[in-house]
């Protein structure tokens, strides 16, 4: 029986898996056939081996394609004849596995002269690929891992020549070259020479731009999940569950498959959701998404790794979040560069957004955590999370009305810009503990700026939406009310919360309802 992979590979015999094979055609069309050499650039576990896999297989009846990696030992890189040496010997590896002929595997094989190893590498790529009865296409996977980048951009540098050679007809060499990594070409350079002359001076100019979006659609999802539904006959919506699946992951390759592992493992089975159909349902999602949010797979790990090694990063993520500060996209700023890079913003309407809405919980999560001014706020949350949780279920009214009374007693006299810049960290600390282990969180990307932010709640199966903003005046306030009633018809709720923070000095705090047509507002000013 097929299962659900969040590992390196995944096998199609194994793994319920996305059909890619539209995106490899694609590819092979445009990049592999009129003999490009390019980098499939993308975020961890975005798919990038199992990419190169599918256009070898795809590709193995016309071509021969060698895959090497170059997630190898530090000792590889200790000098050109070491490098030069290893490089031969998996790709000789790589030939068997694919049936080259031996005598061309022997040739290429034959013992290296250590004088002047890549030059001797510049021969033997000469002769393989003007002696072979196929045209050659060589895959180097990691191709960012190479401890010593220095040589890496020597064996980048002796390929390009030869590409150039080829297209003027001076030399034969490999029809495409394939390059997979997180880091480009251009940051392997930054890295090893990072004064202003030589930064962009990249050995891989020759490269075609990849524009290839290898992140799941809606539909992508959802072939898959008729794989999954005709062995197990859970009776799921697929449609209503792949958008869900697609909501939470913005179809992020290795989140996709995790929240389906966790649906399919570990949700089926919970007391509540004691089988796969009361798994494959809304309520599942959402745990699926907690398990998912809250797991150690590394993935989140390196995000949070990157930002603790890359601080101007970290902060313009925080001033995201939490300050709605608009941020325009430019390819060309180093630190949203970087960003792109390991696929943790993307580009919405010409301004800076998170990629997806766990990538989203997890930095809110760990930014709140480091956050000192938090401690209030946690702490009567949690002296009072009994009075929030009845029958277990939240009673969101009284969660806000408490909250009013703790806000009111710690913050009233604190500085207005200081308030204005905190007000939602204040009541994300405060919610945190209350759902903490059961329900999930999320902020609404379209509606967040520096004047109101949707909080969508999830907890046991119930769904609620929160929309905190700063007081601006009847008008705006009025405003606000019609557009959480919109956005309330958009989620099939009929009641919500008006969260707002108000500076003016004769404001009427406290709680108040309001009904406006078929919905029901509960206003909380503070």
Known sequence: MKSFNTEVVCNPQKHYMVDISDKIDRIIA????????????????????????????????????????????????TSDAQLVSSFIRRAGKSMRQIHMPEEMIQNWSRPLDADDPFSELDVRITELCAGSDREVILMIDEADRASDNQKMLQLLELLRDKYIDREDGLDQTFKSVILAGVYDIKNLKLKIRPDEEHRYNSPWNVAAEFDEDLSFS????????????NDHQTGMDIQMISELIYDYTSGYPVLVSAMCKRLDENVAGMLELPDRSAAWTREGVAIAA???????????????????????LKEMLRSILFEGESVAFNPYNEVLNLARMFDYIKSVNGQVAVFNRIFEVVLYDYFLSEEQIDNAAKKDAEVNKSEFIIGGRLDMGALLSKFAEHYSYVYTDSDQKFVEKYARKIFLMYLKPVINGIGNYYIEAQTRDEKRTDIIVDYHGEQFLIETKIWYGPKYNKDGEDQLCRYLDRLRLNKGYLLTFSFNKNKETGVKEKKLGDKLLWEITV
Request: glycine share 6%; hydrophobic share 35%; net charge positive.
């Open 30 to 77: 445009k990049y592999v056939e009129n003999g490009k050499y390019f980098s499939i650039n993308r975020g961890r576990q975005y798919g990038k081996t199992s990419t190169l896999r599918a256009i070898s297989r795809k590709l193995c009846e016309k071509y021969y394609c060698i895959q090497i990696s170059l997630a190898w030992s530090n000792a590889i890189f």
């Open 290 to 312: 907690k398990l998912v949010e809250n797991s150690k797979m590394p993935l989140l790990e390196d995000m949070i790794k990157q930002l603790k090694d890359y601080p101007e």
């Open 218 to 229: 809606t539909g992508d999802i959802a072939g898959m999940l008729k794989d999954y539904e």
